[in-house]
């Protein structure tokens, strides 16, 4: 028996919301939060479900309210060029290690070594590692660039690349590369203008 179309909008509502739950970027949660509710909550008043009606209405204030507060507050953003033995590191690594390796299945910390170690800092919170070698006087293979849950809203990156095209000793970089080594990984390199080359590998020139 087809379902009605009041009935796919509860089945979308629902499956909008089941999917915020999964994502792991706060700003995705509370974007695909709102929409879910805004849904569910046009669907209460449409069946007559007013407490539904209210109650999702709210969520969805609720979401647009931190989504606001998100996108309006000014942060700040810090990079520590420490050693790979640093203690805080390591420590780092070692309790987001299973996490890391989700994104970054190929990485073997023994077995590199590192020309430039960074910890990220946001809000002088810790948000992230980024860990790089030279190839060559004009190229830096990205080895690791993780930031923690809460903070996958590629605002970082923004800053990130910024400050390591101006990081000592880096004025005869020319170009990033890096190794697609999950499908996250190589779609969030694209998004920063990364291009796969013939190599196998992802690029990105420095302007």
């Known amino acids: 028996m087809p379902i009605s179309y009041l009935e796919f909008i509860g089945y979308l509502a629902s499956v909008i919301i089941l999917i915020s739950i999964a994502v792991n970027s706060i700003v995705r949660f509370r974007i695909l939060n709102a929409i879910g ?3 569910f909550s046009i669907y209460g008043f449409i069946i007559g479900a007013y407490p539904v009606g209210f109650l999702n209405g709210f969520i969805t204030f609720i ?12 942060e700040t953003f810090d990079f520590i060029q420490v050693e790979f033995n640093n203690p ?6 070692e309790h987001y290690h299973n996490d890391i ?3 970054f299945p190929d990485i073997d910390f023994q077995q590199r070594s590192y020309d430039i170690c960074l910890l990220m800092l946001r809000n002088m919170q810790l948000a992230g590692l980024f860990l790089a070698h030279y190839e060559n006087e004009k190229t830096l293979y990205v080895d690791l660039d993780y930031v923690t849950r809460e903070y996958r809203d590629m605002k970082n990156s923004k800053y990130l690349y910024s400050f390591l095209k101006n990081l000592h000793g880096n004025s005869q970089v020319k170009k990033f590369i890096a190794k697609p080594c999950s499908s996250e990984w190589s779609g ?12 196998g590998l992802l690029e990105k020139n420095i302007d």
């Open 88 to 93: 805080l590191l390591k420590k780092f690594i």
């Open 37 to 39: 509710a805004l849904i």
């Open 63 to 74: 979401n647009v309210y931190y989504l606001y507060k998100i996108f309006s507050t000014k």
């Open 188 to 199: 969030y390199l694209k998004q920063l203008g990364f291009e796969s080359t013939p190599s």
């Open 101 to 103: 390796l989700h994104f």
